[in-house]
């Protein structure tokens, strides 16, 4: 009987002796679990910097028979506004020229009428590019030497490559003019016939 009772009271101390043991004894918890893994950061696709508008191109050409071709661009001044250079050639008279951008993109015309009259979207007076009035598409002169070409570089605060600004530049006519604008006369300076016309586009499309 004494036996019995031993073997009993084994029985019962044995649950108890494997549940301490597996406890680990030594009184730590349970390791807890690693957290999830952290995706790594992405680089931004932009420094910051405010993305510029892409640059516009007028290709001019002149009536037809005429020799007179060029070219406009349009682009964003490093300290604002837009930049224009213009580059023409095949003139066989020297001296300045009248250079406007006028409202419409329509060179359809023999004498280039149909390209309207200047860009003014500000209602003011006819000037020179530095005149504190004047039309956005006041371009002033520009310089065809000996050799019939000539080149024009300046900057406009006036003008947008914004498609959603009323100063854009997009599908608007270059008009070259046969005689100097004398900056003042209105509504476009005495600059005589128009000589050669280009439609102000989007570049690369």
Known sequence: MLRWKKLSMMAVALPFLLLTAC????????AEPAPPPTEPAVAPEHDGAPE???HAVATLHGAEGSAIHGEVTFSPAPAGGVEISATISGLDAAG?????????GDCSA???KSAGGHFNPTGVVH?????????????GNITIGEDGSGELHFVSSMLSLDPSS????????VILHAKSDDLTSQPTGAAGARLA?????????
């Open 52 to 54: 510029m508008v892409g």
């Open 96 to 104: 300045d020229h009248g250079l406007h951008i006028h409202e419409t």
């Open 110 to 112: 023999a004498d280039f």
């Open 166 to 173: 009323p100063n854009a530049v997009y599908a608007r006519g």
């Open 127 to 139: 000037g020179g590019p530095n005149d504190a009035e004047h039309h956005a598409g006041d371009l």
């Open 23 to 30: 406890g680990g004894g030594g009184g730590h918890d349970a």
């Open 197 to 205: 016309c280009g439609v102000i586009e989007p570049a690369g499309g």
